[in-house]
């Protein structure tokens, strides 16, 4: 069965520091896609990234970096030099078919 | 492209009246999603849809709850009765079916507050 699990529920950082989002996920698939999304106050669901369960490769877009390591089943999300805008929760997805959501991390960015 | 639409934004009800939630794909997606959300479950996957047809609806709280595709691009969740357990935010997102990398666009949701 899939199973996504972000076991911090909330963090709060001081501005400018750099903050982790665990992700664990469980599937019995080999093919499967791995996924973030940011949830800011407004309510939206913002797309971050995607990744697919072949593609190890980390990846840094700005000040985002995602860690994906299938030996410890984690795809971990980095913020460099956090910002009061990145205050939101954070969502990580799991989708073999159906779409799979962790309960997410509420992260404070405290100015 | 519009996005995916829903409505209403916002609903009031009092217990055991019917409510009604609509979503309007983006057109060419064929895979639909429905999620409620509330703070102490998160994000739940209620049903989803491939080409109309419901594929998994094993997220469906209870009878009460009930989701239809009359056509490809557009989808209603009723709730009959209505409890003021069923008070959270309901999304609906779509996707292609294919390629199954595939990333969710939401809609901007529906607040439901069952008093």
């Known amino acids: 069965a899939q199973k996504v699990t972000q076991a911090q529920t909330e963090i709060s950082v001081v501005e400018k520091e750099d903050v982790t989002l665990d992700c664990v996920y469980e599937?019995?698939?080999?093919?499967?896609?791995l996924f973030w999304y940011k949830q800011p106050p407004s309510g939206e669901l913002v797309f971050l990234i995607r990744?697919?369960?072949?593609?190890?490769q980390n990846e840094i877009s700005g000040r985002y970096s995602w860690n994906f390591q299938k030996s410890t089943s984690s795809f971990n999300f980095t913020i460099t030099a956090s910002q009061v805008v990145d205050s939101a929760v954070y969502f990580c997805?799991?989708?073999?078919?159906?779409?799979?959501f962790g309960k997410g991390t509420r992260l404070h960015i405290l100015p | 492209d519009a996005g995916v639409i829903q409505s209403p934004r916002h609903e009031v009800t009092e217990m055991g009246q019917e409510v009604t939630l609509r979503c309007k794909l983006i057109?060419?997606?064929?895979?639909l999603f429905w999620y409620r959300q509330t703070m102490m479950r998160g994000l739940e996957l209620l049903i989803y849809?491939?080409?109309?047809?419901?594929?998994?609806d094993s997220g469906m709280p209870e009878d009460r709850f009930s989701a239809k595709m009359p056509n490809a691009s557009f989808s209603t969740l009723k709730i009959q009765p209505s409890e003021p357990r069923d008070s959270a935010v309901y999304f609906c997102?779509?996707?292609?079916?294919?390629?199954?990398?595939?990333?969710?666009?939401f809609g901007s949701g529906t607040q439901l507050s069952v008093l």
């Open positions: 599937t019995r698939d080999t093919t499967y896609y």
């Open positions: 057109s060419g997606h064929n895979s």
């Open positions: 990744r697919n369960s072949f593609d190890e």
């Open positions: 997805a799991l989708r073999d078919d159906k779409i799979i």
């Open positions: 849809f491939n080409n109309n047809v419901p594929i998994d």
């Open positions: 997102a779509s996707s292609p079916h294919s390629p199954a990398n595939e990333k969710l666009f």
